[in-house]
């Protein structure tokens, strides 16, 4: 089911990729500093400014006398010194040749009074008036500390007659008075002011108090022991008298420029609050300095020192400088080692969004299909991010609920969900006890990807096995990983049960796998069994009672000279090892046994890398799952070995050098890191073949007999085999095409008709497949192939029928349903 | 439905080898995830087969196709 709203909130919360960086959480009017530095780096002042005007009040008065708190906070103090932002905001408050136009929300219907012109209460006046109210300061302005001289120059004094201009154009009143019909150095009279508005109906001769909403009384200029109203509470600002807010707490006035700000900030909030009639403290844990979840990785940084400031404030140079020395602050853990995550641009918080939406579009195209089945749910992201963000779970949660609502793309899976349906059918499966007979103590379980890949390999090991031990018995078939990962729970129950029959009526041993995605594929759905990673087993057998292939294996493997002879191998754990700790130490122990000399790549153990092949990428977006691969290949100079199938193969075909265990284990290759990865139809052969043979010799069983298809001899030119690979059609879909055309007779010829080329069109299942060929002897050299999955009903007002005719089967591809004549069907 | 023409669709080079006839360009009706089209495809006029070009199944075909899936 696809997530509702709660459920989104939670994913996106798991992401601290959009928390505030440090310097923004310190500062108690949560200016973003990060994106100040980064523009300053690039010399963009004025961009800069306007990014300080944005937060803050009075911008050209607080960005000269801002203490700037977020230094200490800041992450490069343990690598240099913290930014000193504060010197950067006086560079742009008088580097800057453009501000920003400021405009007011519309007029609302609502008046304030402020108390005071202290920077608190300038401050609460100018967010005020932004806010749309009427707003009337009392009293001289400036005042308190502001009033005192401290610039020499007058640049303060000049900044302050701007903004005070500006509040006026915001539509500021000034009174000099201190309170309505209170003289301008009367405290104690605006205080009485206050303390008489607190009781209605008392107010004095001037009825201008109740004109007014709410009133806010400035710190400095109207403390609490003057007006009598008690210190004011630290979340609202709030007094005994409803509607009149202090800056004072009681805990004394802030020193620093900035929490004055702040303060004034929370009088306007407070005051637009009580204004609305809503909570003056509910939600309001964010306002001023908060702690911060963000996580930046210190590792690499290296230390940079400061750039001071000169006498006379900060040139565009030492201000670049400075400026330049940022962090720029970012999680992205996930994202910087994954493929997939930065492909997409974003993050996953982002992402969890875009699943979120893509769920609820009803009419409209989905967007974020690709996106949701491109993860290779291979789980480093929750190993690397701070937070521990599932974005397999998302993915696949999505993919189930995708498949659910049918709407998941057909094309997206079916290629991959066909050939577990091969590996599952009567080609390939095949659950025997040991040759010998007798009762099954061990099941060796190879995985379809190694009998694809390596079959001579898987072959040797399951010899190596019964050398070692009594009652090995064999089942060749797939986990159901693919079905998983494409969110077929459907099918993956149906291979699973099919699984669990040949597992119990084979006594229901241990199963010793070869593959890491069966062992944890098999550990989490077929708990009752007890499932054991080969490669101890391997590694026993060697060290123990070495049998005679064994050490002959090994010793090959030490004397070909490759391994062994020096240069080390970088082991590449599978991803589905991440958790499988005593499998990745069982390889490196075998390798161990081996005298190969091993190094670890950059991300390793349980940090280790997808191959690309993982989630189905390799399916739904091969070029993504080629980048994959190739980053992955990069991440160790030296010759991989891994002990996955389809990680080897993933990474031969990045153009890395690459072994399987089985290759040191087992040598039948001069070169087995530069062995080519087998394509997609000899995959098929090998496991089909290796099952005939086994059967054939170890059992004394016939092999199954070849379906009609199978019988047509074809052979492909170079380009059409490399095409074929890309397009994922397979020999027997040609031999099939060329069967019928055979049969039926119809083909396409050459206009010209000199060439004998010819070109059918045939279509088992939901894909239609189209030839073009040239009959070579008894059999066809192929020139061409491509396919649609579009059908061909005919031509218009007619029954025609396309060169495809005959084999319009059902129009979904199910594998059970299949099941039965999978040999004739695939 | 209106007929769509493209430009893949190229009717020259190819004849009926049951027919032993030119194909001509024709109204042919497609289907896909439930959406039917007619497009003019090369086809023989007499028994009804269609060409699908290459150029056409891996062009235009094929985004259509992944434009339906995604709808």
């Known amino acids: 089911m696809a997530m509702d709203q709660k459920e989104l909130r939670q994913w996106e919360a798991r992401c601290i990729q959009e928390e505030m960086p440090r310097c923004t959480a310190a500062c108690p009017l949560h200016v973003d500093a990060r994106a100040v530095c980064g523009h300053v780096a690039e010399g963009r002042v004025n961009d800069a400014w306007a990014v300080l005007v944005r937060t803050m009040p009075l911008p050209s008065v ?87 001289p401290t610039d020499a120059d007058g640049e303060l004094a000049a900044a302050l ?27 104690a009279g605006a205080a009485r002011w206050l303390s008489d508005r607190s ?82 403290t509910a939600g309001r844990e964010h306002e001023g300095p908060v702690p911060t979840r963000l996580y930046t990785n210190p590792a690499g940084i290296e230390r940079a020192a400061p750039a001071p400031e000169p006498e006379g404030g900060h040139t565009e140079e030492t201000a670049a400088r400075e400026a330049a020395r940022c962090l720029n602050c970012q999680c992205l853990e996930s994202v910087k080692n994954c493929a997939y995550l930065a492909h997409y641009g974003a993050y996953p918080k982002v992402y969890a969004r875009r699943i979120y939406n893509n769920a609820s579009i009803v009419m409209g195209t989905r967007h974020a299909n690709e996106m949701i089945n491109s993860c290779m749910l291979c789980g480093l992201c929750t190993e690397l991010c701070p937070t521990n963000f599932d974005m397999a779970g998302l993915c696949l949660m999505a993919r189930r609920d995708m498949v659910q609502r049918g709407k998941m793309p057909p094309s997206a899976h079916e290629f991959a969900l066909r050939d577990m349906a091969f590996a599952n059918g009567p080609s390939c499966a095949l659950a025997r006890p040991a040759p010998d007979g007798g009762r099954t103590e061990l099941l060796f379980f190879p995985g379809c990807q190694l009998t694809a890949s390596d079959p001579g ?104 000279g490759i391994a062994g002879a020096g240069a080390p191998l970088a082991v590449h754990d599978p991803c589905a090892a991440r958790h499988d700790e005593p499998a990745r130490t069982a390889v490196r122990g075998l390798l161990a ?59 031969a075909r990045a153009g890395k050098r690459a072994l399987h265990v089985f290759d040191l284990l087992y040598p039948r290759h001069a070169d087995p890191a530069a062995r080519p990865a087998p394509g ?88 239609t497949y189209w030839v073009d060929y040239e009959p070579e002897g008894d059999g066809f050299l192929v020139h061409n192939a491509w396919s649609h999955r579009m059908r061909i009903l005919g031509l218009d007002g007619r029954e025609g029928r396309g060169a495809s005719t005959a084999g319009d089967g059902p129009r979904t591809y199910g594998i059970g349903a299949r099941a039965s004549d999978q040999r004739g069907n695939e | 439905m209106s007929t769509i023409r493209v430009p893949e669709a190229d009717a020259a080079g190819w004849r009926c080898a049951c027919c032993d006839c030119d194909l001509v360009l024709a109204p042919v009706e497609l289907e896909y995830m439930g959406s039917h089209f007619s497009v003019e495809l090369p086809a023989c006029p007499q028994c009804g087969a269609v060409l699908v070009p290459e150029p056409l199944a891996l062009g235009k075909m094929a985004e259509v196709e992944k434009l339906l899936e995604d709808k």
Not at chain 1, 245 to 270: E, H, Q
Not at chain 1, 469 to 478: A, E, F, S
Not at chain 1, 601 to 629: D, S, V
């Open chain 1, 62 to 148: 607080l960005a000269r006398i801002c203490d700037g708190p977020c230094r200490t906070a800041c992450l490069r103090g343990e690598f240099g010194g913290g930014i000193d932002v504060a010197a950067l905001e006086r560079f742009c408050a008088r580097a800057a040749t453009k501000s920003p136009r400021m405009a007011p929300l519309p007029r609302r219907k609502g008046n304030a009074a402020v108390l005071g012109g202290g920077f608190a209460g300038l401050c609460a006046a100018w967010d005020l008036a932004r806010k749309g109210f009427s707003v009337t300061l009392y009293g001289p302005r400036p005042a308190g500390r502001l009033a005192a």
């Open chain 1, 161 to 187: 007659a701007h903004e005070l201009e500006t509040m006026a154009k915001l539509g500021v009143r000034f009174e000099d008075g201190a309170a309505p019909g209170v003289a301008a150095d009367d405290a």
């Open chain 1, 199 to 280: 009781a209605p109906g008392d107010a004095g001769p001037d009825a201008a108090p109740d004109t007014f909403d709410a009133v806010f009384a400035d710190p400095e200029a109207v403390p609490a022991a003057l007006h009598g109203l008690g210190p004011a509470d630290p979340v609202s600002l709030g007094t005994l008298a409803p509607g009149v807010f202090s800056g004072d707490t009681g805990s004394g006035v802030p020193a620093s420029p900035v929490a004055l700000a702040a303060l004034g900030r929370r009088a306007a909030a407070s005051v637009e609050r009580f204004a609305q009639k809503a909570s003056l």
């Open chain 1, 457 to 560: 390999g898987a072959e040797a090991a399951y010899a190596a096995l019964r050398a070692a031990r009594p009652g090995v018995g064999l089942l060749l078939r797939c986990c159901g990983a693919p079905a998983r990962w494409a969110g077929r729970e459907d099918l993956f129950a149906e291979s699973l049960e099919a699984l669990r029959t040949d597992w119990r009526a084979l006594d229901a041993p241990p199963i010793a796998t070869a593959c890491p995605t069966c062992a944890a594929t098999l550990r989490q759905a077929l708990p009752e069994a007890e499932i054991l990673p080969v490669w101890g087993l391997l590694g026993a057998a060697k060290t123990g009672e070495a049998t005679e292939s064994i050490a002959e294996g090994a010793g090959t493997a030490k004397s070909s």
């Open chain 1, 593 to 651: 046994g081996l005298g190969v000399a091993t190094v670890e790549p950059r991300l390793t153990g349980k940090h280790t890398e997808c191959c690309g092949f993982g989630g189905l990428l390799a399916e739904a977006n091969p070029p993504l799952a080629a980048k994959a691969a190739a980053r992955r290949a990069a991440a160790a100079d030296q010759d991989f070995v891994t002990y996955c199938a389809m990680c080897r193969d993933m990474l």
């Open chain 1, 680 to 767: 997609h139809s000899e995959r098929r052969e090998n496991r089909a073949r290796l099952k005939d043979r086994l059967l054939r010799e170890l059992w004394r069983e016939p092999g199954a007999p070849p379906a009609p298809h199978e019988a047509v001899r074809v052979r492909c030119t170079e380009e059409a085999a490399q095409r074929m690979e890309e397009r994922r059609i397979l020999i027997s879909d040609v031999q099939k095409t060329l069967l019928h055309a055979r049969e039926s007779g119809a083909a396409l010829v050459r206009a010209d008709a000199t060439s004998g080329r010819r070109l059918a069109a045939y279509r088992p299942v939901s894909v």
